[in-house]
Nanobody, 122 residues
């Protein structure tokens, strides 16, 4: 069983930055494909950014150039650095992972974090 733990959400003003983190213990982390999804009230869940187990990255168009996702296998973490935040980035952000290679490209895998709230005020 893979348990993902997220941290780093909060309330910021437009233009500011936040860094989220997702971690899970154990050597399995290196094999995981990880996607960060978000869901705003009344909207569908969407993939924001993803990273393969080899370090390839993907970004949805609305965050490209503002968000950077990275992984540190020594620390078992995947972290999106979110810069130039906008009110429309307000949502609950979820870390998702799998071993099959789909979570980072938009088809969620079986492992979810608990979610962390990001609120951007104008």
């Amino acid at each position: 069983q893979v348990q993902l733990v997220e941290s780093g959400g909060g309330l910021v003003q437009a233009g500011e930055s936040l860094r989220l983190s997702c971690t899970t213990p154990g050597s399995i982390f290196r094999a995981l494909f990880v996607g960060w999804y978000r869901q705003a009230p009344g909207k569908q869940r969407e993939l924001v950014a993803g990273i393969s187990n080899g370090g390839l990255t993907y970004y949805t168009s609305s965050v490209r150039g503002r968000f950077t996702i990275s992984r540190d296998n020594a620390k078992n973490t995947v972290s999106p650095q979110m810069n130039s935040l906008k009110p429309e980035d307000t949502a609950v952000y979820y870390c998702n992972a799998d071993r099959d290679g789909s979570a980072w490209l938009g088809r969620p895998g079986p492992y979810w974090g608990q979610g962390t709230q990001v609120t951007v005020s104008s």
